[in-house]
């Protein structure tokens, strides 16, 4: 009896072992993003974007402004400049904040260094060509696309490895490599959250590189943000309390906020994938190389 009492144990735990490791493995597949994140995250740049390829209409451009998904579209390359049937393109467009609103004090100076934003707006695979035009059609799609949009040599995106989010170091310390901010976020959202895309103006130029993360990081009463903000909330606030003594923004221990992956990377910024958040990320806060 002993020994088939300490057999179904040992099948229990073992059982056990096999179910955590399945959870485990489970989380981390939630976590990883989908084919969207991936594709559609966006960046910015201070080097020449595109050449002379560009989507020059479609199909029904009487009636349709934009094309989506599954709509054909021509574009202005074709068999004389080297265009080929099942070709592959990207497709983005240039875009600036329509707003101009400055969320913390060094925001558009940031931004300036970084260079300008584009959006991805999907993927295109050319099914048909002529001498000068190609027709192609839209298999990915991001957004709306338009006539103008710049076309770029399909390059697909290496991802991963992903961090299961279980492991996340809330009290994580110091990790000495360069260190920047969350300067903007995607659509110019001044906000984000888990898988939310942000960018940071650390680039290849100061060694970041794809599948690199940042952790995320906030200080008490740094008031860089150009918002109102109650001074010396950090120690003191009125009706509700003060400590003893002064303490500055830096005397007091950093909140670490969440952390994220490098899904895009030019010579002075970062797409980052955010994929743990413990409370929301703001333009202004801080995040350093893991």
Not at 18 to 26: K, L
Not at 257 to 266: A, F, Y
């Amino acid at each position: 009896m002993l020994a088939k009492s300490a057999k179904l144990s040992l099948a229990l735990l073992l059982g056990a072992g096999v179910c955590a490791a399945q959870r485990s493995e489970a989380v981390v597949k939630a976590n990883q993003p989908d084919a969207s994140q991936i594709n559609c995250a966006g960046f910015y740049t201070d080097q020449k974007v595109g050449g002379d390829a560009f989507l020059v209409s479609g199909e029904e451009s009487l009636s349709k402004l934009t094309f989506n998904n599954g709509d054909y579209v021509h574009i202005n390359r074709g068999m004389n400049q080297g265009v080929k049937e099942g070709d592959l393109f990207n497709v983005v467009r240039q875009e600036s904040d329509p707003d101009k609103v400055s969320w913390f004090k060094w925001q558009p100076k940031l931004i300036k260094a970084m260079g300008e934003g584009y959006v991805d707006l999907g993927q295109l695979k050319v099914i048909k060509v002529q001498p000068k035009i190609s027709i192609a059609q839209v298999i990915f799609s991001c957004g709306p696309m338009q006539r103008g949009d710049i076309l770029l040599p399909y390059q697909p995106r290496p991802v991963g490895p992903f961090k299961d989010p279980g492991k996340f170091d809330h009290f994580a310390p110091v990790s000495g490599k360069p260190v920047a901010m969350v300067v903007t976020s995607k659509d110019y959202a001044q906000s984000a959250g888990q898988r939310d895309t942000i960018y940071v103006n650390l680039g290849t130029a100061q060694g970041v590189k794809l599948g690199d993360y940042f952790r995320i990081f906030r200080y008490q009463g740094t008031r860089a943000e150009t918002a109102p903000m109650e001074k010396d909330y950090q120690f003191k606030l009125y009706g509700y309390g003060s400590a003893p003594q002064r303490y500055e923004w830096n005397d007091l221990p950093r909140e670490i906020l969440g952390e994220g992956i490098v899904m895009n990377v030019s010579k002075n910024s970062s797409s980052v994938l955010v994929t743990y958040t413990s409370s929301e990320v703001y333009a202004g806060d801080y995040v350093e190389v893991e």
